[in-house]
């Protein structure tokens, strides 16, 4: 994977982890950083995915 890329994927994801800490906690969940990576690591997975999705959907055109 391209680390510049994920840089860049995990800056968007880190703008978003306050919303999804407090949606957690609303749910009587207590999160951390910790306990958020394995989903920031499956969540980097997706935008990885989504992103080469949109570049061959692109190159298609």
Do not use: R
Request: hydrophobic share 50%; aromatic share 4%; proline share 3%.
């Amino acid at each position: 994977m391209d680390q510049e890329k994920n840089l860049k994927f995990m800056q968007i994801a880190m703008k978003y982890l306050p919303e999804a800490q407090m949606m957690l906690k609303e749910k009587g969940m207590e999160v951390n950083m910790d306990m958020m990576q394995p989903m920031l690591d499956v969540l980097l997975k997706v935008m990885n995915d989504a992103y080469e999705l949109g570049a061959s959907e692109a190159k298609a055109e």
